[in-house]
T-cell receptor, first 115, second 109 residues
Framework: DTAVSQTPKYLVTQMGNDKSIKCEQNLGHDTMYWYKQDSKKFLKIMFSYNNKELIINETVPNRFSPKSPDKAHLNLHINSLELGDSAVYFC??????????????FGQGTRLTVV | GQNIDQPTEMTATEGAIVQINCTYQTSGFNGLFWYQQHAGEAPTFLSYNVLDGLEEKGRFSSFLSRSKGYSYLLLKELQMKDSASYLCAVSGGSYIPTFGRGTSLIVHP
């Protein structure tokens, strides 16, 4: 069983479209995250979600919005896609939000290409 | 804000020992993580340090000095499969980890 799974693995779409990436974890973790990894492999936090508390990286455009229907899911919605949104997006989860046990378990990534 | 610095690339020989350094500046400190990421794959957790000193886990060890804002990851008995990117991440006052740009390690025979 995959611990953190995200779909789709690859997503190619046109500029201006709206798309969603789904993420599910079966680890019973309390905290989930979305990360963006650009072409230079720099991994940047976008959102952290813990017990309905959302922490947003202030540099993330408001075209990006996380949606959590329950503790095991954190989906990412992106509106009006731009070329610069092309990247690999990783979902992750951790048992705790801080301290020992806060190490992240990552999904396999979604490679988004905007054309 | 947080600033994390690690070398961009390192090379080493199979069977050798390599040390990957990470220096950081952060407001508040709640732990430092090391992750391994093979090309085209997701990062996987290697180690966590919150107190000063050395944590050993098999062939991998991680060291932390909070007063110096410094950590290193030590890899012993290098194997070809250790060729990967090694990411240092610091959890600061907000508890949200910030990642460094990663060190690409190339192990050659």
């Amino acid at each position: 069983d995959t611990a953190v799974s995200q779909t789709p693995k690859y997503l190619v779409t046109q500029m201006g479209n709206d798309k969603s990436i789904k993420c599910e974890q079966n680890l019973g973790h309390d905290t989930m995250y979305w990360y963006k990894q650009d072409s230079k492999k720099f991994l940047k936090i976008m959102f952290s979600y813990n017990n309905k508390e959302l922490i947003i990286n202030e540099t993330v455009p408001n075209r990006f919005s996380p949606k959590s229907p329950d503790k095991a899911h954190l989906n990412l919605h992106i509106n009006s896609l731009e070329l610069g949104d092309s990247a690999v997006y990783f979902c992750a989860s951790s048992q705790k939000s801080s301290g020992k046990g806060s190490e992240a378990f990552f999904g396999q990534g979604t490679r988004l290409t905007v054309v | 804000g947080q600033n994390i610095d690690q070398p961009t690339e390192m090379t080493a020989t199979e069977g050798a020992i390599v040390q990957i350094n990470c220096t950081y500046q952060t407001s508040g400190f709640n732990g430092l993580f090391w992750y391994q990421q093979h090309a085209g794959e997701a990062p996987t957790f290697l180690s966590y340090n919150v107190l000063d000193g050395l944590e050993e886990k098999g062939r991998f060890s991680s060291f932390l000095s909070r007063s110096k804002g410094y950590s290193y990851l030590l890899l012993k008995e290098l194997q070809m499969k250790d060729s990967a990117s090694y990411l240092c991440a610091v959890s600061g006052g907000s508890y949200i980890p910030t990642f460094g740009r990663g060190t690409s390690l190339i192990v050659h025979p």
